[in-house]
Nanobody, 125 residues
């Protein structure tokens, strides 16, 4: 059974940083892409970036403006989302998701089959 568990959310002031973690189990990661998404109240789920595990291919949504970085720790089966220069507009629930694919990964939420429960990020002044 595929399981994704996010952690690392919390409260942070504008300009601060957070690193979110996504621990993956029940899947052979080399056959998957892992994506990061977020959803703010009253808004649609938004794609942030993704990584295709077998070759480390990574892509980001244009709106991330270089502030977000995806990395991985194979020994821990963990995918990270480093978020820098946070603003109030980054307040949302953040999710990781898995898509079994050999294609370049995408930031479109609808193609992902497995989702974590989410972790709340709140940026406040």
């Amino acid at each position: 059974q595929v399981q994704l568990v996010e952690s690392g959310g919390g409260l942070v002031q504008p300009g601060g940083s957070l690193r979110l973690s996504c621990v993956a189990s029940g899947l052979k990661l080399d056959y998957y892409a892992i994506g990061w998404f977020r959803q703010a109240p009253g808004k649609e789920r938004e794609g942030l970036g993704c990584i295709r595990y077998n070759d480390d291919y990574t892509r980001y949504a244009d709106s991330m403006e270089g502030r977000f970085t995806i990395s991985r720790d194979d020994a821990k089966r963990t995918i990270y989302l480093q978020m820098d220069r946070l603003t109030i507009e980054d307040t949302a629930v953040y999710y990781c998701a898995a898509d079994q694919t050999i294609l370049p990964c995408t930031v479109v939420p609808g193609v992902y089959d497995h989702w974590g429960q989410g972790t709340q990020v709140t940026v406040f002044s």
